[in-house]
């Protein structure tokens, strides 16, 4: 079993940057897919981005790509969310996921456990 913890939200300015992270317990933080979604207020939760369980494979929403990057530590059980050129329709509470099967990326059902979220604002 996996608990994820995020932290790193707060309140932005339009073409600032945050960096999301998100802590994971447990001895096999190594062996699960990873990724962040978020969800705005109203809409459902979307799929931002994914890493392979070696970091070696990163995927994006095609609403972030160029502008997020995603990371792991596999020795310290992080996961990191660097958001870059942030925009307003980037405010939304999100969320870290794992997964351990094969599946979708973008789907929610394809993830085991998720973290409580984190606030992200972002003003014009």
């Known amino acids: 079993q996996v608990q994820l913890v995020e932290s790193g939200g707060g309140l932005v300015q339009a073409g600032g940057s945050l960096r999301l992270s998100c802590a994971a317990s447990g001895r096999t933080f190594s062996s699960y897919s990873m990724a962040w979604f978020r969800q705005a207020p109203g809409k459902e939760r979307e799929f931002v981005a994914g890493?392979?369980?070696?970091?070696?494979?990163?995927y994006y929403g095609d609403s972030v790509k160029g502008r997020f990057t995603i990371s792991r530590d596999n020795a310290k059980n992080m996961l990191y969310l660097q958001m870059n050129s942030l925009k307003p329709e980037d405010t939304a509470v999100y969320y870290c996921a794992a997964r351990s099967r094969g599946g979708s990326w973008m789907i929610v059902s394809s993830y085991d456990y998720w973290g409580q979220g984190t606030q992200v604002t972002v003003s014009s």
């Open positions: 890493i392979s369980a070696s970091g070696g494979t990163t």
